[in-house]
């Protein structure tokens, strides 16, 4: 149980440390990237709980896998839904300035 929220304090770090560098982080809301990364990791750790990764087999897989996997998904989620939203604000702006 310790590795649970272990992997979920720092997924939701992780999350908050690549919304903070994110460029584009005005674009959408400062819980979006921390909540992928979350789901992901828990996921990710329920997975392997189900696989049979145990704690007296190896205990740092069951932490460091779900820990790559939070890091890794809001890294991956942030480039389209950055580019897809100032897109879509920047065409709303043009629109709203049109009229």
């Known amino acids: 149980m310790l590795s649970l929220v272990l992997v979920t304090l720092t997924a939701v770090a992780a999350g908050f440390a690549v919304w903070a560098a994110d460029r584009r982080r005005a674009f959408y809301g400062a819980l979006l990237l921390p909540g992928i990364s979350v789901c ?17 087999e190896a205990d740092w897989i069951g932490w460091a896998i779900p820990v790559a996997v ?9 480039v389209p ?8 604000d920047t065409e709303e702006t043009e629109r709203i300035l049109r009229l």
Do not use: H, Q, Y
Not at 70 to 78: D, G, N
Not at 81 to 88: D, N
């Open 40 to 56: 992901a990791a828990l996921i990710t750790w329920l997975v392997l709980r189900a696989a049979g990764v145990t704690a007296f």
């Open 81 to 88: 839904i950055g580019r897809s939203r100032a897109k879509a």
């Open 70 to 78: 939070s890091i890794l998904a809001p890294l991956v989620a942030a």
